[in-house]
């Protein structure tokens, strides 16, 4: 199997999105990428206990990318072997009464991961700066000062929704959360074509909307956001990652490859040792259980 250079998907510099791949040739089969998936995913799933005994980091997985692009079962195939106490997954839908009547960024705090455990959002905060844009009409559902119809939502609106979103992930990044995220770059002919195996598998109908339809006609403006997500909020405490999604065991493979390579950079990520007192009495406390 080719080498998997995971550096070379960090979006570092700015990018044209039409550039970025959305296939990756691994000269693989299929079993040989999942027999390595499996490989990696048991050393996060070790990884992620000694974390949970560390306590000091979390960890938050951020998936965006366009319908079909392969988030629910990547989610299941890369952290399937993760001791179920480690990992919570948050799937943000549209915001609830209550969640309106916060700041666009509350519902994403509360779901944050403690310390010591993998968060994924699948779809996330940046929905506030991608749907919203393709369709401005929902922020008015927002209720916010001073913005009254669409025409109040300005090019300054959005600077400071992204100014606001750097600064969410730069706090938490600087108290302790790791921060990754990947964009499940889909090309538009791979999704037409996973549209009409919904429709063409009877027990796959009941994931097909209409409306999916609808959102594929604004496929060039989900572009244009993701593009300027992509340029505007790539930092190195919260880098974007490009995914090519059109091979759905790649693009998991892929995922699960940078979040090993990058986590083992921590070299400060260990079990904490006994204290010396208990430590010298382990022989002890063993000839206790021996003889109960």
């Given at each position: 199997?080719k080498?998997?250079?995971?550096?070379?998907?960090?979006?570092?510099?700015?990018?044209?999105?039409?550039?970025?791949p959305?296939?990756?040739?691994?000269e693989a089969?299929k079993?040989t990428?999942?027999?390595e998936?499996?490989?990696i995913?048991k050393?996060l799933?070790d990884l992620?206990?000694?974390m949970?005994?560390?306590?000091k980091?979390a960890?938050l997985?951020?998936?965006q990318?366009?319908?079909?692009?392969?988030?629910?079962?990547?989610?299941r195939?890369?952290?399937?072997?993760?001791n179920a106490?480690?990992?919570?997954?948050?799937?943000f839908?549209?915001?609830t009464?209550?969640?309106?009547k916060?700041d666009?960024?509350?519902?994403?705090?509360?779901a944050?991961?403690a310390?010591?455990?993998?968060?994924?959002?699948?779809?996330?905060h940046?929905?506030?700066?991608?749907v919203?844009?393709?369709?401005?009409g929902?922020?008015?559902?927002?209720?916010?000062?001073?913005i009254?119809s669409?025409?109040?939502i300005?090019?300054?609106?959005?600077?400071r929704?992204f100014?606001?979103?750097n600064?969410?992930?730069?706090?938490?990044?600087?108290?302790?959360?790791l921060?990754?995220?990947?964009?499940l770059?889909?090309s538009?002919?791979?999704q037409?074509?996973?549209?009409l195996r919904?429709l063409?598998k009877?027990?796959?109908n009941?994931k097909?909307?209409?409306?999916d339809?609808e959102?594929?006609?604004?496929?060039?403006?989900?572009m244009?956001?993701?593009e300027?997500?992509?340029?505007r909020?790539?930092?190195?405490?919260?880098?974007w990652?490009?995914?090519?999604?059109?091979?759905?065991?790649?693009?998991?493979?892929l995922?699960?490859?940078?979040?090993?390579?990058?986590?083992k950079?921590?070299n400060?990520?260990?079990?904490?040792?006994?204290?010396?007192?208990?430590?010298?009495k382990l022989?002890?406390y063993?000839?206790?259980l021996?003889?109960?």
């Amino acid at each position: 199997m080719k080498n998997l250079n995971v550096s070379a998907h960090k979006i570092t510099t700015s990018v044209t999105i039409e550039d970025l791949p959305t296939r990756l040739d691994l000269e693989a089969s299929k079993k040989t990428i999942e027999d390595e998936l499996k490989d990696i995913r048991k050393k996060l799933g070790d990884l992620q206990d000694t974390m949970y005994a560390h306590g000091k980091y979390a960890v938050l997985v951020c998936l965006q990318g366009m319908d079909t692009a392969g988030k629910d079962s990547l989610i299941r195939e890369v952290f399937k072997d993760f001791n179920a106490r480690g990992v919570v997954v948050h799937s943000f839908k549209v915001p609830t009464e209550l969640e309106r009547k916060h700041d666009f960024l509350w519902r994403h705090y509360i779901a944050l991961p403690a310390r010591g455990k993998f968060g994924v959002f699948n779809r996330t905060h940046y929905e506030n700066v991608l749907v919203t844009r393709v369709h401005p009409g929902y922020i008015l559902g927002e209720y916010l000062p001073g913005i009254e119809s669409v025409d109040d939502i300005d090019s300054a609106f959005w600077d400071r929704r992204f100014e606001q979103i750097n600064a969410f992930e730069k706090i938490i990044a600087q108290n302790g959360t790791l921060i990754f995220k990947f964009f499940l770059n889909l090309s538009k002919d791979e999704q037409k074509n996973r549209l009409l195996r919904r429709l063409n598998k009877p027990n796959k109908n009941w994931k097909f909307s209409p409306g999916d339809l609808e959102e594929r006609k604004l496929w060039p403006k989900y572009m244009k956001c993701y593009e300027d997500i992509l340029n505007r909020t790539s930092k190195e405490h919260a880098p974007w990652y490009n995914i090519p999604a059109d091979d759905k065991p790649t693009a998991r493979l892929l995922v699960a490859s940078i979040l090993l390579n990058a986590l083992k950079e921590y070299n400060d990520i260990k079990e904490p040792e006994l204290d010396d007192e208990v430590k010298a009495k382990l022989s002890e406390y063993k000839e206790q259980l021996r003889t109960e």
